[in-house]
Antibody
């Protein structure tokens, strides 16, 4: 059974950093591309970042480019999102998601809340 | 970047109603469109991908159609468990892969 569990969220001051993790199970991690998607309180979904199955390519939303880095450790079945220079507008629930063929986010974690506030 | 315009943003409907939600892309995206359902406090659920392919386990009352710039999600007979917010997302060519702003379906 496919399972994704995010962690690492919390409260951080503006300008600070945080690293999110997404531990997966129930499938061969190194066969699949992965996404991060976020949702600000009371708002819609925002695609954040993507990494190919082999880590060869990473893509980012304009709003996080240069501040966030997506990476993966296949030996640990773990996806990461390193978030630097955090802003109040980065406050959101962050979801990791596994792709199905064609990159569509198919399986999602339960999300982890990041709050950027002084 | 390709923008998606989803309409309506809110609709009120009764159990048994046929419901249609539209998603328009700012430029052609072929059939690279997905639909998601999200209930309060939960992660989104993939309903439709490649514009019209029903995700495994999703009831057949959900259907998707369209290509190019105009797409629709149809629920043929609304059920109590279908009251939720629905989002479209385009995944054509290179990112960013935007979502629509969502359509909240509420009970009339």
């Amino acid at each position: 059974q496919v399972h994704l569990v995010e962690s690492g969220g919390g409260v951080v001051q503006p300008g600070g950093s945080l690293r999110l993790s997404c531990v997966v199970s129930g499938f061969r991690f190194n066969n699949y591309a992965m996404h991060w998607v976020r949702q600000a309180p009371g708002k819609g979904l925002e695609w954040v970042a993507f990494i190919k199955y082999d880590g060869s390519n990473q893509y980012y939303a304009d709003s996080v480019k240069g501040r966030f880095t997506i990476s993966r450790d296949d030996s640990k079945n773990t996806l990461y999102l390193q978030m630097n220079s955090l802003r109040s507008e980065d406050t959101a629930v962050y979801y990791c998601a596994r792709e199905r063929t064609g990159y569509y986010p198919e399986y999602w974690g339960q999300g982890t809340l990041v709050t950027v506030s002084s | 970047d390709i923008q998606l315009t989803q309409s309506p943003s809110f609709l009120s409907a009764s159990v048994g109603d046929r419901v249609t939600i539209t998603c328009r892309a700012s430029q052609g995206i072929g059939s690279y469109l997905a639909w998601y359902q999200q209930k309060a406090g939960k992660a989104p659920k993939l309903l439709i991908y490649a514009a019209s392919t029903l995700q495994s386990g999703v009831p057949s009352r959900f259907s998707g159609s369209g290509s190019g710039t105009e797409f629709t999600l149809t629920i043929s007979s609304l059920q109590p468990e279908d009251f939720a917010t629905y989002y479209c997302q385009q995944l054509s060519s290179n990112p960013p892969w935007m979502f629509g702003l969502g359509t909240k379906v509420e009970i009339k």
